[in-house]
């Protein structure tokens, strides 16, 4: 029974490490996961898929290390692990998309900007980009154009667009695109190009932070992992570790666990950076 109350346990520690500190105004969990579903470019994943992903991933886990050491309470150690490797995949897929759109936003304000200078009208100049932006990018403004064709609506279809990127950046460039719709005239061009600017300044200082202090963070990552790394290599040997699933093996377990997931938050809280967070667009 302790070893059941310690799986739900570490399972709920891991996914209030995972989901992070929480937005001043609440939204549903429901919509927070398909919030990061969308971010992470995995719409066609529902979080009720993601949850099923998770249970699953620890059943298997689970199955083959009490397969492997025969011993309960190891085998709920890696079920936790096992449940909790959807969502530190998820986020680790939101963080690298952040990472690549914040160095291809400049790319996009450049065509705006040209595409301006060229004499077309900005919603045309932004339908440009699904033909001429980054790759990566050129699906989402390929369904900003079809959704422009079809209502006629720049504000809608900005709306959407800012909806469908679910970026913070995305947030910023479509508030600057709203207000040169608004202003007009020859102060686009120069809103446009400010805007560049600050983004690859950004980009640039965010980029030697984060290499300076990745080998710091890796170094950390491998210090929690690397004691569990041994006890699964110990696991194969099923008689010496089935000690664990006595009283004083199980309170190692669970000591060693809360440690572990305590210098977790610990490192990630250290070396984490200030989050940009969304802005609502307030298109006219």
Same mark, same amino acid.
């Given at each position: 029974?302790?070893?059941?109350?310690?799986?739900?346990?570490?399972?709920?520690?891991?996914?209030?490490?995972?989901?992070?500190?929480?937005?001043?105004?609440?939204?549903?969990?429901?919509?927070?996961?398909?919030?990061?579903?969308?971010?992470?470019?995995?719409?066609?994943?529902?979080?009720?898929?993601?949850?099923?992903?998770?249970?699953?991933?620890?059943?298997?886990?689970?199955?083959?290390?009490?397969?492997?050491?025969?011993?309960?309470?190891?085998?709920?150690?890696?079920?936790?692990?096992?449940?909790?490797?959807?969502?530190?995949?998820? @986020?680790?897929?939101?963080? &690298? #998309? @952040?990472?690549?759109?914040?160095?291809?936003?400049?790319?996009?304000? %450049? %065509?705006?900007? /040209?595409?301006?200078?060229?004499?077309?009208?900005?919603?045309?100049?932004?339908?440009?980009?699904?033909?001429?932006?980054?790759?990566?990018? @050129?699906?989402?403004?390929?369904?900003?154009?079809?959704?422009?064709?079809?209502?006629?609506?720049? /504000?809608? /279809?900005?709306?959407?667009?800012?909806?469908?990127?679910?970026?913070?950046?995305?947030? @910023?460039?479509?508030?600057?695109?709203?207000?040169?719709?608004?202003?007009?005239?020859?102060?686009?061009?120069?809103?446009?190009? /400010?805007?560049?600017?600050?983004?690859?300044?950004?980009?640039?200082?965010?980029?030697?932070?984060?290499? &300076?202090?990745?080998?710091?963070?890796?170094?950390?990552?491998?210090?929690?992992?690397?004691?569990? =790394?041994?006890?699964?290599?110990?696991?194969?040997?099923?008689?010496?570790?089935?000690?664990?699933?006595?009283?004083?093996?199980?309170?190692?377990?669970?000591? #060693?666990?809360?440690?572990?997931?305590?210098?977790?938050?610990?490192?990630?809280?250290?070396? &984490?950076?200030? =989050?940009?967070?969304?802005?609502?667009?307030?298109?006219?």
């Amino acid at each position: 029974m302790g070893v059941f109350t310690g799986l739900l346990l570490g399972i709920g520690l891991f996914l209030c490490v995972l989901t992070g500190s929480p937005a001043p105004a609440r939204t549903p969990k429901h919509q927070q996961l398909q919030a990061l579903l969308a971010e992470a470019e995995l719409t066609s994943l529902q979080p009720a898929q993601l949850i099923l992903a998770s249970g699953g991933t620890a059943v298997i886990a689970g199955a083959v290390v009490l397969l492997i050491s025969s011993t309960w309470s190891i085998a709920v150690v890696f079920a936790v692990f096992g449940a909790a490797s959807p969502w530190l995949l998820l @986020r680790r897929r939101v963080i &690298r #998309g @952040r990472r690549e759109r914040r160095e291809l936003w400049p790319y996009v304000i %450049d %065509d705006l900007s /040209s595409g301006i200078r060229a004499g077309l009208s900005l919603p045309e100049a932004v339908a440009a980009i699904a033909e001429r932006g980054p790759l990566p990018m @050129r699906p989402a403004f390929a369904r900003f154009a079809a959704d422009y064709r079809a209502s006629g609506s720049f /504000s809608t /279809s900005i709306e959407r667009l800012a909806d469908r990127l679910a970026d913070p950046v995305a947030d @910023r460039v479509v508030e600057a695109l709203v207000l040169a719709r608004e202003v007009g005239g020859t102060d686009v061009g120069r809103l446009l190009r /400010s805007l560049g600017q600050a983004l690859r300044d950004d980009a640039r200082a965010r980029g030697e932070i984060e290499a &300076r202090q990745s080998w710091t963070v890796n170094g950390a990552r491998l210090a929690v992992c690397a004691p569990w =790394a041994v006890l699964l290599l110990l696991a194969s040997q099923s008689n010496s570790v089935r000690v664990y699933d006595r009283p004083t093996g199980l309170l190692v377990l669970v000591i #060693g666990g809360g440690l572990s997931a305590l210098a977790y938050v610990l490192m990630r809280r250290i070396g &984490r950076l200030p =989050a940009e967070p969304r802005t609502a667009v307030r298109a006219q």
